[in-house]
């Protein structure tokens, strides 16, 4: 089958979009309020539950307030409202084992239904005086064990993306699939200029404007998710900016083609630019970022693609989308080709 790799693309494509759209993410926590706590008081938290079940097995459901690795406090009274919502009430002893005024907590609930839900240093816990040794004295520990997990193919569930995640399939995927074609474009830049073959160009071309296209793309979907994480569609995050600046150098090559009559130097100026513009990637999307203070994951100490990104089930569609989305731009390099092939003809004619 000759165009087996263009149908691969488009089955991928559909994959990803009902996969990575129609799957549910796990259980969460939205809220759990008041936020901020005292030592010396019962306190009772309102959670608010994501995909949540609390009256599923209501009377089996377990709550902890987790300090660190190895201490945590157990709920005392569980109610139950309804399957988004429950109120715990934890007893805060008068001292913290611990020498720091404010302390973080962890909120973890498990439930035989959902499995355990997390709300990672979501309470603050505030303590007048500071005694670690009354702490130690007053600090009863609760074990957390034999937690539940749910049994069922889900997204993870992360505190600010929400189901905004499942952008993690096109934002991503598409910047690495424009790397992908943009290599192979300056790939045969390179050969044009060793070679001289007017065909090495043309490729060079189609290949540079799909690269482009999915940059863009790129920043759009990027843009879109900053809106819903960051809170604004553009931060002048460093990140944004040396993306744009990458992608308005790779704008200029098309000008630049646009310049010259003569279809040789045409060739062979817009093949050295491409080179620069291929090289001015690296430093300007991983490097400099990386210098500096970023919102950005993968950039400014913010890691990327840690087990609290992309899970194995993420990876199951994650993975292909990059293969998708790199067939169906080659697909339409192709197209670019072609059409650029059949204009050289009808100008020779």
């Keep these: 089958m000759k165009y087996w790799w263009k149908a691969l693309g488009v089955l991928i494509i559909l994959y990803i979009l009902?996969?990575?759209?129609l799957t549910p993410l796990k259980t969460g926590i939205l809220e759990a309020s008041p936020a901020n706590l005292h030592?010396?008081?019962?306190?009772?938290?309102?959670?608010?539950?994501?995909?949540?079940?609390?009256?599923?097995?209501?009377?089996k459901l377990r709550a902890w307030l987790k300090m660190d690795s190895?201490?945590?406090?157990?709920?005392t009274r569980i109610d139950v409202v309804d399957d988004r919502e429950v109120k715990l009430t934890f007893p805060i002893p008068a001292y913290l084992p611990v020498d720091q005024p404010v302390k973080d907590f962890t909120l973890l609930i498990d439930s035989p239904a959902d499995g355990a839900s997390v709300l990672p240093g979501g309470l603050v816990v505030t303590q007048d005086s500071i005694d670690t040794t009354k702490g130690d004295l007053l600090w009863v520990n609760a074990?957390?064990?034999?937690?539940?997990?749910?049994q069922a193919f889900t997204f993870p569930y992360r505190n600010i993306l929400y189901e905004t995640i499942r952008n993690t399939y096109y934002h991503v995927p598409m910047?690495?699939?424009?790397?992908?074609?943009?290599?192979?474009?300056?790939?045969?830049?390179?050969?044009?200029?060793?070679?001289?073959?007017?065909?090495?160009?043309r490729k060079a071309m189609a290949l540079t404007n799909v690269g482009l296209f999915l940059g863009i793309l790129g920043i759009v979907t990027g843009a879109i998710w900053a809106k819903y994480t960051w809170g604004k569609f553009w931060s002048?995050?460093?990140?944004?900016?040396?993306?744009?600046?990458?992608?308005?150098?790779?704008?200029?090559?098309?000008?630049?083609?646009?310049?010259?009559?003569?279809?040789?130097?045409?060739?062979?100026?817009?093949?050295?630019?491409?080179?620069?513009?291929?090289?001015?990637?690296?430093?300007?999307?991983?490097?400099?970022?990386?210098?500096?203070?970023?919102?950005?994951?993968?950039a400014g100490g913010n890691i990327a693609f840690g087990s609290q990104d992309l899970d194995n089930t993420m990876k199951l569609v994650f993975r292909p989308a990059i293969i998708g989305w790199t067939l169906i731009g080659l697909w339409i390099a192709e197209i670019i080709l072609r059409t650029a092939r059949l204009r050289e003809r009808l100008l020779e004619d």
């Design 18 to 21: 009902l996969v990575g759209m």
């Design 175 to 201: 910047w690495m699939a424009m790397f992908i074609i943009l290599t192979a474009g300056v790939v045969f830049s390179i050969r044009f200029l060793w070679k001289a073959n007017p065909d090495d160009d």
């Design 236 to 298: 002048w995050d460093v990140k944004q900016n040396m993306t744009a600046i990458a992608l308005l150098i790779y704008g200029a090559y098309f000008v630049l083609r646009g310049s010259f009559e003569d279809p040789e130097k045409k060739a062979r100026i817009s093949a050295v630019f491409n080179i620069f513009a291929y090289a001015s990637l690296v430093p300007l999307l991983y490097i400099i970022p990386k210098l500096t203070d970023s919102l950005h994951p993968g």
């Design 39 to 59: 030592t010396g008081q019962e306190a009772t938290l309102t959670v608010k539950g994501y995909n949540s079940n609390f009256t599923l097995e209501k009377e």
């Design 143 to 150: 074990d957390i064990s034999q937690l539940h997990e749910k």
């Design 70 to 75: 190895t201490r945590a406090i157990a709920a």
